[in-house]
């Protein structure tokens, strides 16, 4: 069990990625959409919590205040192992600031990060078949470079429980 703290797509991006999802699953390649409790969002991971109180969690990222909306620009795929395909945005160091002082924030309170969340090694991404085979991975390549670029507004932010796919909305984007 994990908890994410994620940037969440506004409603135009959010169906773009859905649809994406869909034309994957039509094409037989399990997608996010229909991974585990089928609950999951799309969206961007600033960092993924392996232990934390929530309470405090959630403290710290609203003292963070809100940092507005961020616009990201998805153009390519990416693999993390076992066959996790991704959108790949182009970012600029004010993202990875942002990203930087989340964790700093979670971490202070005493929530123990991911280690593929540490600033530095973080790799920002949407995820789109969590365990894509090698054979797919053409029709996964196929089917995202069918609607990229893709550019997308994230505007509102929440904590996710990866276990059960709840959703606690945070009052700003940090």
């Known amino acids: ?8 797509f506004d409603r135009e991006s959010e169906r773009a990625v859905r649809a994406l999802w869909d034309r994957l699953e039509e094409r037989g390649v399990a997608s996010l959409r229909s991974h585990t409790h089928g609950r999951h969002v799309p969206h961007v991971s600033y960092a993924v919590l392996r232990s934390w109180d929530l309470s405090q969690v959630t403290a710290a990222l609203d003292g963070l205040g809100d940092g507005g909306a961020v616009e990201l620009s998805f153009d390519g795929i ?8 991704w959108l790949a945005p182009g970012v600029g160091v004010a ?3 942002r990203q930087r002082r ?4 979670v971490t202070a309170v005493g929530a123990e990060l991911h280690k593929h969340y540490r600033p530095g090694v973080w790799l920002p991404h949407c995820s ?3 365990r894509a085979t ?19 507004r994230l505007d509102h932010a929440a904590l996710v429980d990866s276990a059960t796919g709840e959703i606690q909305t945070l009052s700003s984007v940090p």
């Open 102 to 105: 989340v964790v700093e924030a």
């Open 134 to 152: 090698l054979a797919q991975l053409p029709a996964v390549a196929a089917t995202a470079f069918d609607v990229l670029p893709l550019r997308t």
């Open 128 to 130: 789109l078949a969590p």
């Open 78 to 85: 990416g693999l993390f192992r076992r066959g996790r395909a």
């Open 95 to 97: 993202f990875a600031a």
């Open 1 to 8: 069990m994990a908890l994410a703290v994620c940037l969440l």
